[in-house]
């Protein structure tokens, strides 16, 4: 079932000959973007460095609850980027289904949703979550798109307030 907080439109992309919004028809769903970061094995998050350049870097993760965890050592790069600047960007590998979250990293603290997380963690990779960190990514914005019809299928998702 789709997030009644997003709210799913075409985004602003000039020049790539994208339907109107007004169409509205092939607008993905959340249940979609939500499967293909369910299904994936590695994602790519970008951050911003403490010199304002951007760093990117493949992770394992968890879609749970309709929301994506990472983890990371708390003397990595992106840790120490995220504590200066916690904004992020996470997209998967693929290039056919694309799949992006825009948002802010959150250090997580609630145990026992760690505990859920952990074993998640090892159903899906066969090892234990043991990263110094475990980082809740807040999204506010998302984006997903077919590449076979990419001009019908790209939609932006964002969060909307109930």
């Known amino acids: 079932m789709d997030d009644p907080l997003w709210q799913a439109d075409r985004p602003h992309m000039p020049g ?28 790519w998050v970008v951050v911003v460095t403490p010199d ?3 760093h990117a870097t493949p992770v394992w993760g968890l879609w749970h609850g309709g929301q994506f965890y990472f983890s990371s050592g708390e003397q990595s790069r992106k840790a120490a980027s995220l504590r200066l600047n916690p904004a ?14 825009e ?18 963690y090892q159903a899906k990779y ?5 990263a110094s960190h475990v980082y ?17 299928s790209a ?5 909307g307030k109930s």
């Open 16 to 43: 790539y000959g994208l339907m109107s919004a007004e169409a509205g028809a092939g607008l993905l769903s959340w249940d979609q973007l939500a499967t293909w970061f369910a299904s994936a094995r590695n994602y």
């Open 52 to 54: 304002g350049r951007p």
């Open 88 to 101: 992020i960007v996470v997209h998967l590998e693929s290039g056919d289904e694309v799949a992006i979250l």
């Open 103 to 120: 948002g802010m990293a959150v250090v997580l603290e609630d145990k026992a949703l760690l505990a859920e997380l952990g074993e998640a």
């Open 126 to 130: 066969g090892v234990g979550l043991q």
């Open 136 to 152: 809740l990514v807040d999204a506010s914005r998302a984006f997903a798109w077919r590449e076979a019809d990419f001009p019908g």
């Open 155 to 159: 939609t932006r998702w964002t969060l």
